[in-house]
């Protein structure tokens, strides 16, 4: 008998990830409750609530023996890897990202015989069925799915800026609001378990990382808004926003004082102006020159104090000003005198 290449190679696929400890369960029979994944997940993800879809998916893999860790609701190394172990044994191509292919298989198994080349509504986007996983989504604008009005479909958002998040419909149920990027996969909550009717206020750009258990600053990039009922098992359907994208803070300086500083490295000259954050940099004469120490920065970003090194020469001098996202200030000058003796 002539095997096929797909054969061969799945066989060495299964070889390898046996050698490595993944050891499919196959001749031992399980009982599961149906697993119904009604959008896709991939690596970064994490539940917003108790027995959400990542913490499903990693008891059906354990149970199977793909699944080595203890399932915690969030989709990180070694759930992609089993993912991947599963696809490669039911004939998916192995990107351990779970898409239209992996969920339907995985309620085949676990629910009954149903269509796998059927795809439910996409929370997580409107997925083009392809013969693989791979994400392709669809920016649809359907009024069925993006009931969020605000931000808009294109509309440019700036880090830093404050904005109204908001909807079309009314709301009575508790709510989590996710940033997700242009693939589906979360960039993490603007806002937990909420109750607002109609709007929420967000500090563009901030978001809180499960994962981290910590606030973070997005990325700039493209990203859309998702609203998501908090109750297990709730039928309410997710509220999404168009795409849209965030963009970094410009620099502006509006003032100086004094304008004139001596170089003795204690003396504090203050910088008024917008767009400074925790890592904003101040350089001499140009926009990557002699760093001059930053004494304080105001939590409203709008104030840094700062000194002159002893080893810039007096004379008029240039002052520029870059933020963590590489930003750079149109420059101000200023004059340097000669430290007393």
Partial sequence: M????????????????AALGFVPAAATVHAYACIDLNYNLGYGMTDAYDNGPIIRLQSYLNGVGYL????????GPSTEAAVKVFQVVNGINPIGYVGPLTRAKIKTKT?????????????????????????VLVNSSSKDDQLISNPETGQSLTIGSDIDILWTKNIDYSYNIFLEHEGGYSAGFIAINQYNKDKYSWHVGTVYSSAQNDY?????????????????????????????????????????????????????????????????????????GWPAPVLFRSTDNKIIVFSIPTSISPGNHYLYLRNSYDMVSDPIMITISQRSQ
């Fill in 2 to 17: 002539k095997l096929s290449k797909r054969v061969i190679g799945k066989y060495i696929l299964l070889s390898l990830l």
């Fill in 68 to 75: 080595s860790a203890l399932p915690n609701g969030h989709f």
């Fill in 111 to 135: 629910c009954g015989l149903v269509k796998e080349d059927s795809v439910s509504s996409q929370p997580m986007g409107s997925i083009v069925q392809t013969s693989t996983d791979a994400k």
């Fill in 216 to 288: 973070l600053s997005v990325a700039t990039g493209t990203y859309r808004i998702r609203l998501q009922a908090v109750k297990k098992g709730s039928l309410q359907a997710d509220i999404v926003s168009g795409y849209f994208t965030i963009t970094a803070p410009k620099i502006n300086i509006t003032s100086v004082y004094p304008l004139s500083i001596p170089n003795d490295g204690k003396t504090a000259g203050v910088i008024f102006g917008n767009g400074f954050d925790v890592n904003t940099s101040i350089n001499i004469d140009r926009k990557y």
